[in-house]
């Protein structure tokens, strides 16, 4: 390090699980010389809105298990050895019955986090690492000030306060549009005990995710009962609920799918395109990556060893023809008798301890998308959007087991069912209340259907720079909005001619796609509108950066995100 005297200054806005595995890095490398504040909204640091009461309740369970997570201080198994007894006893959880391949409770495992970052300030205190944490505190805004090399920030109860380097990890973010002004109207299920109504009409939810099942767990047990006999969970509505009915609104008809034994509990990490590779194809593809280099790559080319009988149907397909067979697959059979097979083959990849190949390495092509994304051209990044996200993200839901058991005991209630309504639905806020949820059937009709409650469990919206919190960025030019340029201008003009607003020409004659979220790097650093990426801020904040990170899968992304930003701040300060 340059200076040994003077210490830098590191700021991580945010104590949720982002902050912690940034804090991690941070007392795990070998920068010796800083001094990391950690600011937080909440009174307490690690969980986060998933895994706290902002995002779960006693119902809410995780989707993945301890061997498929990132090894913090402890694994979960050697973390429950030591835990709280009144923890542990809440949970019914201890040291004896636990199983590293099951899933937990969500605020269990949030109770972990908290732990974890705990344990680790213990480390950083025996390093000489000088830590601050600033809990019940809120950050309002940035400014950069580039010619002294250091960051404002302003801080609620503190005022003015300078960094070296910043990091932002604020998380989630769901903003009000309609929820609080029009009542039966929830812009998200989150915090879960907002849905804890007893109701006696068929409640409206567009999606059919995990944040969907969040939303189903909450409610049926408000309104009624889950019971098991004979190895079956049956549902029994309450007496004055029997108009009660939850009605799931899906642009594909499907459920997602479920849980299943992975072979790699870290989904081929290891196992992804290295970066010469990228670099190289950049270079001989117009300065692109190609998406159809990544799809032969990363999915098609893993199957020839593992599944040569899947490899033979698959490997003369491109993206559009493997998405459409396997979406023809899906929709040949009606979701929950689809549901209900996938269930059986799953349970069965679980008891065998094997994989469902294929599901795995399309969850392997999904995390190795996320970083060389802002590669892609605009043509690409349409096709991913458009064509192989919606069945990435169906298929790698990673359901949990109980989940679906409660989904088909709904189902078999009579409680439960699942519309499909297209690209093209709407759905409109009604100032008495509810919504109003506009669709076209599978048998081309025009249908309106009012919901007195409705709830959007689409999942994290990808935000507008205009949503981005820290207008000191904004008007000072620090930040700038996400975009891909066009290979074909011709295509750019179609688009343009067909109306989407998304496309914008520069004064040169380059078309671009507008993309949600803000400019970064490879290594998270916020990127200014010449192109020049900021040494002093971080942004892992997944809302604003949704464009470039197309898809991002919690701890894995936090993990991965945060091992790049650690090697940034070391270049510069080494």
Known sequence: MGNTTVKKRIAILGG????????????????????????????????????????????????????????????????????????????NINAENFNEYKVLPRLFFGEYLSAQFGLLQQVAEKKGIVTVVHLNTKVTDLHDKAAN??????????????????????????????????????????????????????????????????????????????????????????????????????????LPAIRFHLEDSHL????LIGRKEIEKNI????????????????????????????????????????????????EKIS?????????????????????????EMLAVLSFAMNYPAKYLSAEDMQRLQKVLMPLISIVIAFVPQSSCRELMALHDAGVLDLVSVGDDSRILPVDSGGADYHYTDEDGETVVQ????????????????????????????????????????????????????LVEQDDDGAFFLKVPGITINDNF??????????????ILAVPYIGGYNPDYSGIDFCEAASDKVVKAIKTVEI
């Open 450 to 501: 009012h919901f007195e409650t409705f709830v959007d469990c689409v999942g994290q919206p990808h935000l507008s720079m205009e949503d981005f919190p820290f207008k000191g960025l904004l008007e000072g030019n620090t930040v700038s909005p996400a975009r891909l340029r066009f290979q074909s201008a011709a295509i750019a003009k179609e688009e343009v001619d067909s109306g989407n607003e």
């Open 149 to 254: 090399g250091t960051v404002l920030v302003t801080v609620d109860t503190l005022g003015e306060l300078i960094f070296d380097h910043v990091v932002v990890c604020t998380g989630h973010n769901w903003p009000k549009k309609h929820e609080g002004r029009i009542p039966g109207y929830f812009d998200s299920p989150y915090p879960p005990r907002k849905l804890a109504m007893t109701l006696n009409h068929p409640v409206g939810i567009k999606g059919a995710s995990l944040t969907a099942i969040d939303a189903l767990r909450t409610m049926a047990r408000k309104n009624g009962t889950f019971e098991e006999a004979d190895g079956k969970i049956c549902y029994q509505l309450d007496a004055d609920c029997k108009d009660f009915k939850i009605v799931m609104h899906s642009r594909n008809g499907l």
């Open 16 to 91: 949720g699980p982002s902050g912690l595995f940034m804090y991690k890095r941070l007392i795990e490398s070998e920068l010796q010389n800083i001094e990391i504040e950690i600011f937080e909204r909440k009174n307490y640091l690690g969980a986060g809105m998933p895994y706290s009461n902002e995002g779960a309740s006693e119902e809410h369970i995780t989707n993945v298990s301890d061997n498929e997570i990132p090894v913090i201080f402890n694994t979960i198994e050697e973390w429950v050895k030591e835990a709280p007894p009144a923890v542990l006893k809440k949970f």
């Open 283 to 330: 270079a001989e593809n117009g300065g692109f990556l190609s998406l159809d280099f990544v799809f032969e790559k990363n999915f098609k080319d893993m199957f020839p060893e593992k599944d040569p009988e899947f490899y033979y149907l698959i490997k003369d397909m491109d993206i559009e023809s493997f998405v459409a067979a396997m979406m023809e697959m899906r």
């Open 268 to 271: 081929g990490k290891d196992a």
């Open 525 to 538: 650093q916020v990127v200014d509108g010449k192109g020049i990426a900021n040494e002093r801020i971080y």
């Open 335 to 359: 979701p929950f008798e689809l549901f209900r097979k996938e269930y059986v083959e799953a349970e069965l990849s679980i008891k065998k301890r094997e994989s469902i190949y294929w599901k």
